[in-house]
């Protein structure tokens, strides 16, 4: 492994994002990693190390992002692999979900995101190297009853980082997104996941599927600490892939998801070519 690497990443003070920050730690590789809240970072990670960066930051403002790679940048003089994790999960119909509960989700899955890689971009182009890892989620590609407004967050991650990976390889910079399904995190609890402030009470597919995953928590498939050390093995491929859907359950649903789409393509392909001129 090539421990000189310095990681950048987003949403570290707990679920996959605190467990690959510990495996990195015991590793030897530097790491910058932020939070809402620097003091939680640190109690979670629980370590002193000149390798370790905790930081302040809210992603949704665009000059707090900038100031915590500049102090990345000056502290560890390189920026390697930068791992955007943080977000969080919102349930609810598009009719429940408020203007500003939406908004939200926005501004922290995406727009915390972009912050992120246009602040970061004019290193990894001065030093034509780096890897953008985006995390995204199954939804972002099949998604669930009851998940409208997440499935759209994440959905644009996977589409933003397609169009990003062929924008910056010219410059030596790898894109890969990563769809995980159901990891054993925090994610299914109060502090990741949200639901609308003001239910209807009429969507019963909706309430029976966010019944169902309260139900998982603690049972899910996917091991974090798993998870950490394929984070760590795409950054040592040579040629990373830009798709991986993470999990035996996300590869489940990514391949009936497939399978269904390459049916309505060839059903409808008459159609589809009949507005040409």
Not at 148 to 176: H, N, Q, R
């Amino acid at each position: 492994m090539e421990t000189q690497k310095v990681w950048y990443i987003t949403g570290a003070s707990k679920g996959l994002g605190l467990a690959l920050v510990k495996k990195l730690l015991v590793a030897g590789y530097k790491v910058a990693a932020t939070s809402r809240n620097k003091q939680q970072l640190m109690d979670a990670v629980n370590v002193t190390s000149d390798n370790f960066l905790p930081l302040e930051v809210d992603l949704a403002n665009d000059e707090s992002v900038k100031e915590s790679l500049e102090i990345t940048f000056k502290t560890f003089k390189n920026i390697d692999v930068v791992l955007n994790n943080a977000g969080y999960g919102i349930g609810g119909s598009i009719e429940e979900l408020t203007d500003a509960e939406t908004r939200a989700s926005f501004d922290v899955n995406v727009f915390g995101t972009l912050n992120v890689i246009r602040n970061v971009m004019p290193y990894l182009r001065d030093q034509k190297s780096g890897h953008i890892i985006n995390i995204s989620s199954i939804a972002g590609f099949a998604a669930g009853t009851g998940w409208s407004i997440y499935a759209a967050t994440k959905f644009a991650v996977v589409g933003l980082s397609e169009v990003l990976a062929e924008d910056v390889k010219e410059f030596g910079v790898k894109v890969t997104v990563v769809m995980p399904g159901a990891f054993r995190t925090e994610f299914l609890t109060a502090d990741s996941l949200i639901y609308a402030a003001n239910p209807t009470g009429v969507y019963e597919a909706i309430t029976a599927s966010h019944e169902r995953y309260a139900g998982m928590n603690g049972t899910q498939a996917g091991d974090p600490e798993k998870a950490a050390d394929v984070f760590i093995t795409l950054t040592e491929m040579e040629n990373p892939p830009l798709r991986l859907f993470m999990g035996s359950d996300a590869k489940e649903r990514a391949t009936k998801k497939i399978e269904i789409l390459t049916a309505e393509v060839q059903t409808l392909a008459e159609l589809s070519g009949s507005t040409d001129y």
